[in-house]
């Protein structure tokens, strides 16, 4: 999938800076690109993030769907050699049973792959991109480690040198933590006989669940638990036992961290989503400087509200739970790096 997602992710770095931004295509003309002396126009995060991950999914689907994709396929006299998911959906027999799947579970498996992928990546990408803005220590610390591992933003890809961004990752993380893009609960319906949690009984049939939002708020697991604090994700040895960077925090963190659920119905395409994740904020960090427009707090919270009403907290990235996250903002202005080595001389 990387192919489909680096294509996007281009097209969406490119518009970036732009004023005439819509219906454009292509690589900045230089005399355009000659003019970008300052800040770009701000764009609205929660829409620009959400054009790109519904761009690369539609991509990727059009080329897993499209009749030109199976007319090649089929000219070529083959079985679909290209093992994309659909051939092992296809192929794919029960252990047991030597069945395939039914017409009604391929229908429902195209759906979730149509589906999938977007709104939850969008609301983690802009989350991140809020937070680091918001706290400039973050910012300089993802800066550093970006644009030193990194010399020319081609090099920005699934590779282990971007696995080894470990402030970004756990910039990520953070943000996710903070701003699940499903924060409610996953309701699961209990079985037959009956289930007794924590000295409660619950009768079959009875849906329950945890709220994703509230399991990764404990303070229990997570001390300070609305602050960003990406460094709660990483051990430092010379933290104190129980403390913020220790090994003993960090991994009570992890144990209570789950944005893309947990166990065998956990989100299929969470590798994607991270790698996705990975490449779209290093290249952001790499290629502009990144800043909230003057005068705009879209994304943020009202400190003029009561505290009860949970909406005061102006570093938090506010949002609508409905199922997915509703958000809007935050208005964010970009400008590109003087002497980064773009893509645009690679092709």
């Not at 089929?74 to 395939?100: C, H, M, N, S, W």
């Not at 943000?175 to 006989?193: D, H, K, N, S």
Request: aromatic share 10%.
């Amino acid at each position: 999938m990387e192919d489909h997602v680096l294509k996007n992710v281009r097209s969406f770095c490119d518009k970036l800076t732009r004023k005439d931004t819509f219906g454009i295509k292509g690589v900045m003309p230089s005399e355009e690109k000659n003019s970008l002396t300052g800040w770009g126009p701000a764009k609205n995060m929660s829409r620009w993030t959400n054009y790109l991950t519904f761009d690369i999914m539609a991509n990727a689907r059009y080329e897993a769907f499209s009749k030109e994709q199976a007319d090649h396929r089929i000219a070529k006299g083959d079985e679909v050699k290209t093992k994309d998911v659909f051939y092992f959906l296809q192929k794919g027999r029960d252990p047991e049973t030597g069945e395939g799947f039914t017409l009604h579970e391929l229908v429902a498996e195209a759906s979730l792959l149509i589906l999938g992928g977007t709104d939850t990546t969008s609301t983690a990408i802009t989350a991140t991109i809020f937070y680091i803005l918001l706290n400039p220590s973050c910012l300089t610390k993802v800066n550093s480690e970006v644009r030193t591992a990194f010399t020319n933003t081609e090099e920005i890809r699934g590779s282990s040198k971007l696995n080894n961004c470990r402030y970004l990752r756990a910039c990520i993380d953070e943000a996710l933590r903070m701003t699940p893009g499903v924060g409610g609960i996953l309701p699961r319906e209990v079985l037959p006989g009956g289930i007794t949690i924590d000295g409660t009984f619950f009768p079959p049939g009875v849906d329950i669940g945890v709220p994703i939002y509230a399991l990764q708020h404990s303070s229990e697991y997570h001390p300070q638990p609305f602050e960003y604090i990406p460094e709660r994700w990483l051990v430092d040895d010379d933290i104190q036992p129980g403390e913020i960077g220790s090994a003993d925090s960090v991994a009570r963190t992890k144990s209570a961290f789950c944005p893309f659920s947990l166990g065998p119905r956990g989100c299929v395409g969470k590798g994607m989503a991270y790698k996705e994740l990975m490449v779209v904020i290093a290249r952001l960090v790499f290629m502009f400087d990144m800043r909230i427009s003057e005068g705009t707090t879209a994304g943020q919270g009202d400190p003029s509200l009561d505290e009860e009403s949970l909406r005061h907290r102006v570093g938090e990235f506010q949002g609508l739970d409905k199922f997915v996250l509703q958000a809007d903002g935050p208005m964010v202005e970009f400008r590109l790096r003087e002497g980064v080595e773009g893509y645009e001389k690679e092709g």
